[in-house]
């Protein structure tokens, strides 16, 4: 049983010159007990990611389940 799953889970946002892809393809799986790091630098979507987990920001792409 996995506390935080993810699959195909992608973000895609409309700008003025087209679109840009934040977040692309991420699968993951968290289970019980299990600590979870998000590492990489500015721009690699980390915190559209969180938006998406929390629900604050819907995804374009994939699914998403948390507990």
Avoid: Q
Wanted: proline share 9%.
């Amino acid at each position: 049983m996995a506390v935080i799953s993810t699959s195909g889970l992608a973000r895609t946002f409309t700008t003025p010159r087209g679109p840009v892809e934040a977040v692309r393809g991420i699968d993951l799986t968290v289970r019980p007990g299990e600590i979870l790091g998000l590492l990489g630098p500015n721009g690699a979507g980390k915190t559209t990611t969180l938006r998406m987990l929390t629900t604050l920001l819907p995804p374009t792409g994939g699914t998403a389940t948390v507990a």
